[in-house]
């Protein structure tokens, strides 16, 4: 199959008027000795009926579960309304808009997603997309360097593992140096945190929830911060959380980041994701990636453009705040219509996330499985099952994907897993599995 | 469009109990987000959409960027239940489709380039140039040498000296030739021992291929630096030449440029990073592999330079790539490089008779024009807006920097030949506007949803939000 609708006579008649003979001319600015001539070693091209079979099957050879599992990617329900707007192709066949003129339709809607992350996160200013979490954490640490010049930041231990490598990375690239505080009975004791600062640190990062699903205390850390240079950064990683809880901004982050895929994007085996970054105003210049400003055309009327681009790369260069050009436009598009039909119901989900959760503990308890600590949680929380892995491989083959082993990120919980509820996950999908949990545990 | 207490979504009517053991100091007293009924918001964002210019709207001639028709399978491939609601913990053995589907796509991504293994992690082109540019920075700790500079042309993307920056080494500029090609004397002039690599597109961004690539490769060569490819103009070679062949080490492309994957109005895309043997212990983590028929992540690899995204990449967006490579085939592939060159090669013909065209020689699937010649102070800004008004995008303008008033033009091989010819007849009668009638370029565009946008106040009081205006 090809997508190439240009005729035999077409390209006899182009090449004459360009002047060469045949097409290989076109190509002789490439060194004889390295251009190829026969064909590339791939499988031989398909009819699109073909594509379609063959990409059924792979999908096919993945096994469909039924998810109890969120550990920074969360199932969500998806109304159709984001499949069918965002599928409108002047939204997702457009390039980034530079030219605002025929681009009002993404500016506007992301112009309207930084209102709206802005007002959740409780902070001034969001930028329009970082690639996923880890990434708009590791953003957010160069970000606070350049705000205060200080390389040491303190992590703590409940932040997300995988962000934790990924700051990890970008730090060791950065000269960084980062210190982790273990977390005490599932959270972040914020007078641990509290006697890891010194003169040169530069950030504190919590995440709330955390990795273990445990609500934190960020007042109580943005109170030991407060008057000193250091920066607070809290990093969500289930943004729905944040309908329910207090926005991290109004608590006292200098911060907010993390990932918004929960927000009417699919968990697609890790991505497209949406990092979204949110900052107090001071960060405005300092921000990393696109900004869309309101201003007027040339008529008055109200009109969207980017703005602030002497911070990126394509003018600034070897100086600019970020390398970031490609962004997760349309993943923001999904979660601004997502947020535009939810309004303010969203926290109704989020009660019901919660309530959920709430019914799985119970479920779970009643098998012996609990919370081996008993922070408040949202919607994702640890239980200590003897034999966890076992337990959810068992449970995997009866359709059933119940929590991510702890083991590897955290040896003091090698017997338990992080299960996760959403409205995907209802009462008779939980009344389901622990019928099958009992069973697996009793054989 | 805020109308409290009508809503666009209600929640299940479950009987289930309540769950208040969130401590209170924890809990807000309500968020506040605009309400509207589902009809309010869907035909909101539908009159937005009307508003947007995308490659299904018309031609996109925008250089560099290789806006190329989005083949509408691509979409439901990806959207299959098996990929797209595949949780990114599911075991391996669980996900063995997805596996085989990234381990597959970077061996044709190999076979493409020459390259030995891909990472398909990176998120986009830049995460792809900053990854490389990490696996450079590895390189050379391993080996025990603290090089500390990177070069790069005058003529490369932004992101290639952030890149490196953002990577703690110095950029150090390199002169391009008066024909467009990297001035060899003087890039042998700035080499010694604390050069780590140089970053060159090829073919370059002036759409042009650097006919002294050997020997450039060989100076790099011979001061034990490395050679890295930007391979956002990979659309114009594959096929042609291998990567590898050309003497670079390492390099990223741009699956939403070459792949045909769409740009989402700025994103996802995603910018797998190959490497060749040597450097391949410091990819990122994870990377699939194969033992027998199986597939698994492998995050045993001591020497990498650690994770660079929460999980594989954007993994949906591989799922369309594959796709469109698996339509393609070898001779398809080949011929997307042939055709791209051919319609490029076409319309810089045709559009020198009437523009600057700074560089006289063969392109490959770009070329750039000029504002040189104009009279009456019409610019290229003025061009590009102008192009607007006739259903056409406006190419890239001011790049590359080296140029001054570039018009970059990159048709790509899905425009047929006559949409190439009704673009000239558009760029010409543009050109004879701006002779005798030049007030109607430098006002245009007259026929978009708005008019010409003041980017000057926007920036000079930013306002960010609907909060910042109440």
Known sequence: MSFIPTTKKDTEQMLKIIGVKSIEDLFSDIPGEIRSTGDLDLPPGISEIEADGLLTRLSEKNRRLSVFAGGGAYRHYVPPVVDQLTNRSEFYTAYTPYQPEVSQGTLTAIFEFQTMLSRLTGTEVTNASMYDGATSLAEAALMSVRDNKKKRLVVSGGVNPRYREVLSTYGWANDLSLVTVPLSGGVTNPEDIASHLDDDTGAVIVQSPNYLGSIEDIQAVA???KGGKANLIVAVTEPLSMALLKSPGSLGADIVCGEAQAFGNPVGFGGPYLGFLSAKRRFMRKMPGRLVGKTA?????????????TREQHIRRDRATSNICTNQGLCALRAQIYLALLGSRLRDLAVLNHNLSGVLKGALAKLGI???FDAPTFNEFVVRVKNA???RDALAEKGYLFGIPLEDDYQELSDCLLVACTELNAPADIDALAAELKAILTS | MNTPGVSGWEPPRWDIPESDDIPKK???DGIDLPDAGEVDVVRHYTKLSTMNFGVDSGMYPLGSCTMKYNPKIDEKTASLPGFASLHPDTPDALSQGALELLYELGGYLCRITGMDRFTLAPAAGAHGELSGVMVIRKYFEKLGEKRTTILIPDSAHGTNPASVTMCGFDVKEVPSSETGDVDVAALSAMMDESVAAMMLTSPNTLGLFDRNILTISKILKDHGALFYCDGANLNAVMGKAAVTDMGFDLMHINLHKTFSTPHGGGGPGSGP??????????LPVPLVDRKGDTYFLDTDRPDSIGRVHAFYGNFLVCVKAYTYIRMLGGDGVRKVAEHAVLNANYLMHRLKEVYDLPIDRTC?????????GIGNHVTTNDIAKRILDYGYHAP????????AGAMMIEPTETESRATLDRFVEVMGEIRKQADDDPELVKTAPHTTPVGRVDAVTAARKPVLTHDDIE
């Open chain 1, 223 to 225: 109170d030991i911060l």
């Open chain 1, 370 to 372: 609990e919370p081996p």
């Open chain 1, 297 to 309: 055309d040339s008529e008055g009327r109200e009109a969207y453009v980017l703005t602030l681009q």
């Open chain 2, 364 to 372: 490959m699937h770009e070329f750039v024009l000029s504002d040189k």
């Open chain 2, 273 to 282: 990073l190959g490497v060749t043997k040597r450097l391949e212990p410091f």
């Open chain 1, 389 to 391: 892995r076992e337990v």
């Open chain 2, 26 to 28: 924890y809990l807000n």
């Open chain 2, 396 to 403: 890239t303008v001011y790049f590359p920097l080296l140029i």
